[in-house]
């Protein structure tokens, strides 16, 4: 999928504290003391806030976006990020054997037997992050 540029709020608060926040994923904050700290956090909450919605929204345009009236709204920015993939179920036969291995690492990593596919495939054909960051199909 390709990137998504979703618009955010700079704000400082009384205390001079700076927070960003994003019109498109309610709840989605970043705060820090200055602001470039504060935007440096943003893509991080923004790419956590894009993995928990379902289907993520289309970005809100700036001219549509409302502030709080007694808010000191710094800048409007935009912050990039790639919505995860979609997974796909897939048979796959193994001997029971390797299953039972696979098993037994994925336990003993915490994870589930699809993700440690998912995982090991990845870091096979060479991509270290191992494509974890996906999406179950519902």
Same mark, same amino acid.
């Given at each position: 999928m390709t990137k998504r540029y979703y618009p955010a709020v700079l704000e400082r608060d009384v205390d001079g504290l700076f927070a960003v926040w994003f019109p498109d994923f309610p709840g989605c904050v970043a705060a820090a003391e200055d602001q470039h700290a504060v935007v440096a956090?943003?893509?991080?909450?923004?790419?956590?806030?894009?993995?928990?919605?379902?289907?993520?929204?289309?970005?809100?345009?700036?001219?549509?976006?409302e502030t709080p009236p007694d808010a000191e709204v710094v800048a409007l920015f935009a912050v990039g990020v790639t919505p995860p993939s979609v997974s796909e179920r897939v048979n796959v036969?193994?001997?029971? @054997? !390797?299953?039972?291995? #696979?098993?037994?690492?994925?336990?003993? +990593?915490?994870?589930?037997?699809?993700?440690?596919?998912?995982?090991?495939?990845?870091? @096979? !054909?060479?991509?270290? #992050?191992?494509?974890?960051?996906?999406? +179950?199909?519902?």
């Amino acid at each position: 999928m390709t990137k998504r540029y979703y618009p955010a709020v700079l704000e400082r608060d009384v205390d001079g504290l700076f927070a960003v926040w994003f019109p498109d994923f309610p709840g989605c904050v970043a705060a820090a003391e200055d602001q470039h700290a504060v935007v440096a956090k943003a893509h991080d909450v923004l790419a956590r806030a894009i993995e928990d919605v379902e289907t993520p929204p289309a970005p809100t345009p700036f001219d549509a976006i409302e502030t709080p009236p007694d808010a000191e709204v710094v800048a409007l920015f935009a912050v990039g990020v790639t919505p995860p993939s979609v997974s796909e179920r897939v048979n796959v036969y193994l001997p029971k @054997a !390797l299953i039972e291995r #696979l098993d037994a690492q994925a336990e003993a +990593r915490g994870m589930s037997r699809s993700s440690f596919v998912g995982y090991a495939v990845s870091l @096979a !054909l060479g991509d270290p #992050l191992g494509g974890v960051r996906t999406r +179950r199909a519902r």
